[in-house]
């Protein structure tokens, strides 16, 4: 589990000065845009969820977070921004009345007093505030760390479209958050396995176009046998193929051969059956042993011997 950073504030005003402005920027941009989003949703998910219903629906569709101000490190000593109560403060929150369209300025704890949110609801503002808070402080940390994507074990391939967010990270030169991490590699992942799907896909689909490229040569190859009468018609095995095992002789680059490759050859090429008896065997081994021990008495190979029990190994002779 990834352990939350929580920063004092004077820390985080020391890590703050290392910031280059685009990544100032940024993290300015981030804390408003944060608190816009859990003050809305929080107000959206209290009109939904029946807390004081008349009442919240009234406050969610009245007020509106405008804006989230910092007045820096010296703001005690000189003070710029004020709640509504009169109180300095360092953070300061400006909400807009959408019907009167008065703007309210205040800090963190008094969204309830000058608003009128419900205060079960204001913790949970308080909450997710908390958490765009600790955020920036897991960004500010890993900015003095010099955290970057190598260290993290992560390339991201040139063709993937990666989520608005991270790219607005990288883009202004800012580290990427546990919870993005995460997310980004989870994401390269699935787009690492899909491109190999794919090219996995693109292999086969070579692999069977160049096998019938292959099936249509050899059927011309067998034709030309056939019509030169080289097959024997006292052999149950069918002269085409025992066309095609005399192509494959031709065409072997071993001097070695076993007769279950021969039968493998004739059913991928040459459209032999792929029936198999119950031990396994190819139901036309007999047949092709057959034909291969005429050519032995031809002089045209050799038997060597039996291989894995009924299998025959062979040479060609010469």
Request: glycine share 6%; charged share 30%; aromatic share 8%.
């Amino acid at each position: 589990m990834t352990k939350t950073i929580h920063l004092t504030q004077l820390e985080r005003d020391e890590l703050s000065k290392n910031l280059d402005e685009k990544q100032k920027q940024f993290i300015d941009e981030y804390l408003i845009r944060g608190r816009k989003t859990v003050f809305a949703n929080v107000l959206a998910k209290g009109k939904a969820g029946g807390v004081e219903e008349i009442e919240i629906e009234k406050v969610a569709n009245q007020w509106e977070l405008q804006d989230f101000i910092d007045a820096g490190p010296g703001w005690r000593k000189n003070p710029k921004l004020f709640c509504e109560c009169g109180r300095a403060l360092r953070y300061q929150y400006i909400v807009l009345n959408k019907e009167t369209k008065e703007l309210k300025k205040f800090g963190i704890n008094h969204f309830e007093e000058h608003v009128g949110i419900p205060p079960q609801l204001v913790k949970e503002i308080i909450k997710g505030i908390e958490v765009i808070d600790y955020e920036r402080d897991e960004i500010l940390v890993k900015i003095n760390q010099n955290w970057n994507l190598i260290g993290e074990g992560i390339a991201i391939p040139e063709e993937l479209d990666i989520p608005k967010d991270i790219e607005q990270h990288l883009e202004y030169s800012v580290p990427l958050l546990d919870r993005q991490i995460t997310r980004l590699k989870t994401i390269i992942t699935e787009y690492n396995k899909m491109k190999e799907s794919e090219r996995l896909k693109r292999n086969l689909a070579e692999q069977q176009s160049q096998k019938e490229r292959k099936k249509q040569h050899l059927a011309q190859l067998r034709e030309d046998l056939l019509q030169q009468g080289r097959f024997q018609f006292d052999l149950e095995l069918d002269p085409a193929l025992q066309a095609g095992i005399l192509i494959y002789l031709e065409d072997l680059n071993r001097t070695q051969f076993l007769a279950s490759e021969v039968c493998q050859y004739l059913i991928d090429y040459h459209g032999a059956s792929n029936e198999k008896y119950s031990s396994g065997t190819f139901k036309i081994f007999p047949q092709v042993c057959l034909f291969l021990e005429n050519l032995t008495k031809n002089g045209e190979i050799v038997f060597l011997g039996r291989k894995r029990g009924i299998d025959r190994l062979y040479q060609i002779s010469g």
